[in-house]
């Protein structure tokens, strides 16, 4: 290989590819029905990729191969932003790197994210090698910048590395693991031609991770970004402006908070307030008193009071150029679309929420939504549920697999967590459930990242059992009184907030919103009034249902019609027109 005709990049530029999942079917039969039901079964027509470690770890020597002949090579041009009627001045590279020395111990979350293309060709002038960074913000999830992602398809050509702060040197991970991209999700708002709109992007991985992960500021946050509160920037990349190579090592750099006002006098339009943080003392116009990010540590997050900021964006060329600034993409403005594809699992691993349902007779079944008309199809029959009084589903224990929680007859509650490889297994909860009248799955209400629930006990009181991300959950926190006569519901985040919600429709047939604040104590703030005619007699939150990452809710009327809500993430109205799905769903009596 010539190091003049690869095609090498430490962040990246360019067009969409969509993901197909392959590889072998995953699927388990009921269990036998003893003192608990059965457990559910393994939709059969999602699959995970498969790559194997030696495929995983041929794209990271790839990868590298193609980094360091680029580095070699005469000047090579930078991939420079699609070109659009709103291209930038030029200023702009949209590819930044940087940081002094840490430890994999100070930042666990860490990942590195490798990729490589051959493009199926022997030509090696079309290769595609590329750097990233990333942060592990659920045990499956890695935030990383749109730019990272756009164009390239991560489950065929990427690898991550993730628990050491080494650059791989070969097949040797120095401690790390490899894993493999499940799908990839790029923020529908990101404009490659600006790298304007939220320079945000979620990867998927094929597997969860057992490193400590590292949550996104929230909606609220506004003294993070205050002019001066410090920050740190995380990152593999270059360390110098006169060299192209990547730290083989983890860097860190401390850097003040800036005004908008500061990047914009800078960088004039092509830094877009609200959408981009500007962090960093102004440049020196040599590597001696810069401290700034750089080429390779584009996706890295931008670090303050424990939770990101941002995410590396963009910056000058080379990274030193006189009174420059370091831009980032500001996560508190996207923190709404970001935790929906953070907490995105469902019943057939396609991203899209599905629906549980049991006739009188016990029949169970699931049905997998199509993320258009009619919506839900392809069911499953799971068999003999009739000693269930209660269904929901949650990722309870953070493995990315979707989990059942359910309420046997004589009040046990019970945990089924698939196993990742062929079947269900159960956790106990405990005994003394029917003392509730209802029980719901939001989300994370208490502010940990560890999905929670609500119960609804018969004299009216409403109780929060923080979780602990096992299946199991802590001592219970009281909401408040008066929810008797209140039908609850939800699951997600209703208000674009970030923040999980809960539904409750009265008497009346009101349906009232009460908005998640990120705190299990008060867990939500004043209710807003969805409006009225709600008088439904079921209702299934169960998540993103058309996959656009807005929450969306189920009902089904008197006559058996099945409605389906999307949401469209705004607390004022929360919903859009209601869409038939279809009639006959009075033939089930539990939904969940």
Same mark, same amino acid.
């Given at each position: 290989m010539t190091s003049t005709s690869r095609r090498a990049h430490r962040a990246l530029p360019a067009a969409a590819a969509a993901l197909a999942l392959s590889g072998a079917v995953l699927a388990a039969a009921p269990a036998e029905a003893t003192?608990?039901?059965?457990?559910?079964?393994?939709?059969?027509?999602?699959?995970?990729?498969? *790559?194997?470690?030696?495929?995983?770890?041929?794209?990271?020597?790839?990868?590298?191969?193609?980094?360091?002949?680029?580095a070699t090579a005469a000047p090579a041009a930078e991939p420079k932003p699609t070109a659009s009627p709103q291209a930038t001045s030029g200023t702009v590279d949209p590819k930044i790197i940087g940081g002094k020395d840490a430890t994999i111990a100070e930042a666990p979350w860490m990942v590195q994210l490798h990729y490589y293309d051959d493009k199926g060709t022997a030509d090696e002038s079309d290769?595609?090698?590329?750097?990233?960074?990333?942060?592990?913000?659920?045990? *499956?999830?890695?935030?990383?910048?749109?730019?990272?992602?756009?164009?390239?398809?991560?489950?065929?050509?990427? $690898?991550?590395?993730?628990?050491?702060?080494?650059?791989?040197?070969?097949?040797?991970?120095?401690?790390?693991?490899?894993?493999?991209?499940?799908?990839?999700?790029?923020?529908?708002?990101?404009n490659n031609g600006t790298i304007a709109g939220g320079d945000l992007a979620v990867l998927t991985l094929t597997e969860a991770l057992p490193y400590k992960t590292l949550q996104v500021t929230s909606s609220t946050d506004t003294a993070s970004y205050g002019n001066g509160t410090p920050a740190t920037v995380y990152g593999w990349g270059r360390t110098s402006s006169t060299s192209d190579d990547i730290s083989l090592t983890l860097k860190k750099a401390s850097v003040p908070m800036r005004s908008d006002s500061a990047c914009t006098s800078y960088f004039g339009s092509d830094f877009v307030p609200g959408q981009m943080a500007c962090a960093g003392n102004p440049a020196s116009g040599q590597d001696a008193g810069t401290v700034s990010p750089c080429n390779g540590d584009s996706g890295g997050p931008l670090v303050v009071n424990g939770r990101i900021a941002g995410v590396v964006s963009w910056g000058v060329t080379d990274c030193v150029k006189?009174?420059?600034?370091?831009?980032?993409?500001?996560?508190?403005?996207?923190?709404?679309?970001?935790?929906?594809?953070?907490?995105? $699992?469902?019943?057939?691993?396609?991203?899209?929420?599905? @629906?549980?349902?049991?006739?009188?007779?016990?029949?169970?079944?699931?049905?997998?939504?199509?993320?258009?008309?009619?919506?839900?199809?392809?069911?499953?029959? @799971?068999?003999?549920?009739?000693?269930?009084?209660?269904?929901?589903?949650?990722?309870?224990?953070?493995?990315?697999?979707?989990?059942?929680?359910?309420?046997?007859?004589?009040g046990v509650l019970y945990h089924y967590a698939f196993n990742g490889v062929d079947r269900y297994?159960?956790?106990?909860?405990?005994?003394?459930?029917?003392?509730?009248?209802?029980?719901?799955?939001?989300?994370?209400?208490?502010?940990?990242?560890?999905?929670?629930?609500?119960?609804?006990?018969?004299?009216?009181?409403?109780?929060?059992?923080?979780?602990?991300?096992?299946?199991?959950?802590?001592?219970?926190?009281?909401?408040?009184?008066?929810?008797?006569?209140?039908?609850?519901?939800?699951?997600?985040?209703?208000?674009?907030?970030?923040?999980?919600?809960?539904?409750?429709?009265?008497?009346?047939?009101?349906?009232?919103?009460?908005?998640?604040?990120?705190?299990?104590?008060? *867990?939500?703030?004043?209710?807003?009034?969805?409006?009225?005619?709600?008088?439904?007699?079921?209702?299934?939150? $169960?998540g993103d249902i058309n996959g656009d990452g807005r929450a969306d809710l189920l009902a089904r009327d008197s006559s058996g019609v099945l409605w389906l809500y999307h949401g469209r993430g705004v607390s004022s109205a929360p919903f859009a027109a209601r869409i038939k799905v279809g009639g006959g769903w009075g033939a089930f009596n539990l939904f969940g």
């Amino acid at each position: 290989m010539t190091s003049t005709s690869r095609r090498a990049h430490r962040a990246l530029p360019a067009a969409a590819a969509a993901l197909a999942l392959s590889g072998a079917v995953l699927a388990a039969a009921p269990a036998e029905a003893t003192e608990a039901p059965p457990v559910p079964a393994r939709q059969t027509v999602g699959a995970l990729p498969s *790559a194997s470690q030696a495929e995983l770890l041929q794209r990271v020597q790839d990868a590298q191969e193609a980094l360091k002949d680029d580095a070699t090579a005469a000047p090579a041009a930078e991939p420079k932003p699609t070109a659009s009627p709103q291209a930038t001045s030029g200023t702009v590279d949209p590819k930044i790197i940087g940081g002094k020395d840490a430890t994999i111990a100070e930042a666990p979350w860490m990942v590195q994210l490798h990729y490589y293309d051959d493009k199926g060709t022997a030509d090696e002038s079309d290769d595609d090698g590329y750097f990233c960074g990333g942060t592990l913000v659920a045990p *499956a999830k890695v935030l990383t910048a749109a730019h990272c992602a756009y164009g390239l398809d991560w489950t065929k050509h990427g $690898t991550v590395i993730a628990g050491t702060s080494r650059v791989p040197t070969g097949t040797d991970l120095n401690g790390g693991r490899a894993v493999g991209v499940w799908r990839q999700w790029i923020n529908p708002t990101y404009n490659n031609g600006t790298i304007a709109g939220g320079d945000l992007a979620v990867l998927t991985l094929t597997e969860a991770l057992p490193y400590k992960t590292l949550q996104v500021t929230s909606s609220t946050d506004t003294a993070s970004y205050g002019n001066g509160t410090p920050a740190t920037v995380y990152g593999w990349g270059r360390t110098s402006s006169t060299s192209d190579d990547i730290s083989l090592t983890l860097k860190k750099a401390s850097v003040p908070m800036r005004s908008d006002s500061a990047c914009t006098s800078y960088f004039g339009s092509d830094f877009v307030p609200g959408q981009m943080a500007c962090a960093g003392n102004p440049a020196s116009g040599q590597d001696a008193g810069t401290v700034s990010p750089c080429n390779g540590d584009s996706g890295g997050p931008l670090v303050v009071n424990g939770r990101i900021a941002g995410v590396v964006s963009w910056g000058v060329t080379d990274c030193v150029k006189s009174g420059a600034y370091a831009v980032y993409a500001k996560t508190r403005s996207y923190v709404g679309a970001v935790n929906a594809r953070i907490d995105d $699992t469902d019943l057939d691993f396609d991203g899209r929420a599905d @629906l549980f349902v049991r006739t009188p007779g016990g029949q169970a079944y699931e049905y997998y939504s199509l993320g258009k008309a009619p919506y839900l199809g392809n069911r499953l029959a @799971l068999g003999d549920y009739s000693g269930i009084t209660l269904a929901r589903q949650a990722d309870l224990n953070r493995d990315d697999y979707q989990d059942y929680l359910l309420r046997a007859s004589d009040g046990v509650l019970y945990h089924y967590a698939f196993n990742g490889v062929d079947r269900y297994e159960t956790t106990r909860v405990g005994g003394g459930w029917n003392a509730m009248k209802n029980l719901a799955v939001p989300g994370d209400l208490s502010g940990d990242a560890l999905p929670d629930l609500i119960g609804q006990d018969k004299s009216g009181v409403l109780w929060l059992y923080p979780g602990k991300g096992d299946g199991t959950f802590g001592t219970r926190v009281r909401v408040g009184g008066g929810w008797g006569s209140l039908t609850i519901a939800g699951k997600g985040d209703y208000s674009g907030d970030g923040k999980a919600d809960l539904l409750a429709r009265d008497t009346s047939g009101v349906l009232w919103l009460y908005p998640g604040r990120g705190v299990a104590s008060p *867990a939500f703030g004043t209710r807003v009034k969805v409006g009225g005619g709600w008088n439904y007699n079921a209702y299934a939150a $169960t998540g993103d249902i058309n996959g656009d990452g807005r929450a969306d809710l189920l009902a089904r009327d008197s006559s058996g019609v099945l409605w389906l809500y999307h949401g469209r993430g705004v607390s004022s109205a929360p919903f859009a027109a209601r869409i038939k799905v279809g009639g006959g769903w009075g033939a089930f009596n539990l939904f969940g």
